[in-house]
């Protein structure tokens, strides 16, 4: 066998950089349900919080990658990507312009693909500006507004089924992890904890819906962002939900988090007793304790990375349709690099994904215990999901409060609760499930 020459085998072993072409073009503002009129496909890219965000249909390319340098292969292909596009977008607004609509295993041991899509056609919106944006996979495709304008038109004439939600034939199953298996694992990490090994630990279990018709995701997605209004609704390849937990959002010379940690289920509340969230909340030692854990491993990571940071000295209670989450909003401001650039999305992604929210303390040995402890592969769930543009914003949520869809009549559940010494494994069982109920409601099941 002859050896080719350097040069040679460098081009075999990297896949091929794109060369995209990308027109991003104003529109006039959307109706008051801003994006929601667009969630009408099953095969959509969705990311989006109160009629604002972005929905994309097609695809022109993707990239995928696993293993612990899954976050660091999907930075340097962007980066890439961009490098070589030609890109019109008279918009300066984060999120105009191409961008990869992305979903990250929780794990690096996982065998879902990590990936980056971006699609042929974007719809964006934010308050009153709202635009589109061309990304042809075809390289001689024309590229102009009016033909932007006719591809959204064709990828629109598509909708998909509408279902009967009252069907009694649909059945939640067991996942891997029976409701069995997750007490004695619960009560397992407690011994780990009690045994000095770690302080505290996030364990999951999974529940699998079986459909007698196949899911319409499209509807699916609208119930969840109209319920949830306060969550980030997401849809990319397959996985679905709607999440309260922003790992990180970066516009510009910013970063944002909203940390939860610390739940208390709605379903179970007294009626008449106004102050019951705040007490059992705020006025708990458990519930401060795993919060503030899940503060501190954020604000380490982010630390070297800014100038500057405002964590609240005080958690608030956050009140959604299902269940109360003590949470915090931190905010900072990026320390510019030595060449004058600030980290990007996907920089702050690789950092600061697992936080304790959903791994544990500490990281590394939490993450061990999980592996040992919860007998499922995580796949995306718990990984970050979000999108990211040209110039490094970007917005990515934790996957939570949501399902995979491994066939069109069966999606993967999944929730997971913080474990600390004082859990109780009855307590935990019966959160795991009201953190099921979105998707459990969206599918009436
Ligand atoms: C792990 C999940 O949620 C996380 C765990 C929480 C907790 O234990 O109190 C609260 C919010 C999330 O950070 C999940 O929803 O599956």
Redesign the pocket.
């Known amino acids: 066998m002859t050896i080719p020459p350097r040069g040679q085998q460098e081009a075999v072993a990297s896949p091929a950089i794109p060369l995209l072409r990308s027109l991003t073009v104003e529109r006039p503002p959307m109706s008051d349900h801003g994006l929601l009129d667009y969630v009408v496909r099953d095969d959509s890219l969705l990311w989006g919080r109160r009629g604002d965000g972005m929905i994309g249909f097609g695809e022109s390319v993707r990239f995928e990658s696993t293993g612990s340098e899954r976050f660091a292969l999907a930075r340097d292909w962007w980066n890439s990507v961009i490098a070589a596009a030609k890109v019109e977008n008279p918009m300066e607004l984060p999120g105009t312009g191409p961008l990869a609509f992305a979903s990250f295993s929780f794990s690096y041991t996982s065998t879902y693909a990590s990936r980056m899509i971006v699609p042929e056609i974007i719809v964006g919106r934010t308050g009153d500006r709202s635009w589109i944006t061309y990304t042809p996979a075809d390289p001689l495709a024309e590229l102009s507004i009016n033909a932007a304008e006719a591809r959204l038109a064709e990828l629109l004439e598509e909708v998909s089924e509408e279902r009967e939600l009252s069907r009694g034939d649909d059945r939640l199953v067991a996942g891997t992890v029976s409701e069995d298996g997750y007490l004695e694992s619960v009560a397992k990490g407690v011994a780990a904890i009690e045994a000095g090994r770690l302080t505290k630990l996030?364990l999951?279990r999974d529940a699998v819906a079986e459909l007698a018709s196949p899911i319409a995701v499209a509807q699916v997605l609208r119930q969840l962002a109209l319920r949830y209004a306060d969550c980030w609704t997401y849809s990319v390849d397959g996985l679905i939900g709607t999440t309260?937990?922003m790992l990180v959002e970066v516009k510009g010379q910013v970063a944002r988090a909203r940390?939860?940690?610390?739940?208390l289920d709605r379903a179970t509340a007294p009626a008449n007793d106004p102050d019951y969230a705040h007490r059992m909340l705020s006025g708990d030692e458990k519930?401060r304790h795993?919060h503030q854990l899940?503060i501190d491993s954020l604000t380490e990571e982010l630390g070297p990375l800014v100038s500057g940071m405002d964590s609240p000295a005080e958690p608030f209670v956050l009140q959604l349709p299902n269940v109360w989450?003590?949470a915090s909003d931190v905010e900072a401001r990026l320390r510019e690099r030595a060449d004058g650039s600030t980290p990007t999305a996907l920089d702050l992604v690789e950092v600061l994904h697992p936080t304790a929210?959903?791994c544990g303390t500490p990281t590394k040995i939490a993450g061990e215990v999980i592996r040992e402890l919860e007998g499922m592969d995580r796949g995306p769930?718990?990984g970050p999901v979000g999108w990211v543009d040209a110039a490094g914003n970007g917005e990515f949520g934790?996957a939570?409060?949501g399902g995979v869809i491994e066939s069109p009549c069966r999606v993967r559940l999944?929730?997971?609760?913080?474990i600390v010494a004082a859990s109780l494994p009855e307590a935990e069982l019966a959160?795991?499930w009201a953190?099921m109920r979105p998707m459990r409601e969206a599918l009436n099941i």
């Not at 999944?414 to 913080?418: E, I, L, P």
């Open positions: 996030v999951a309260p937990e940390v939860l940690a610390g739940t519930q795993e899940a989450h003590l929210a959903v769930y718990a934790i939570l409060r999944f929730a997971g609760c913080g959160e795991s953190k």
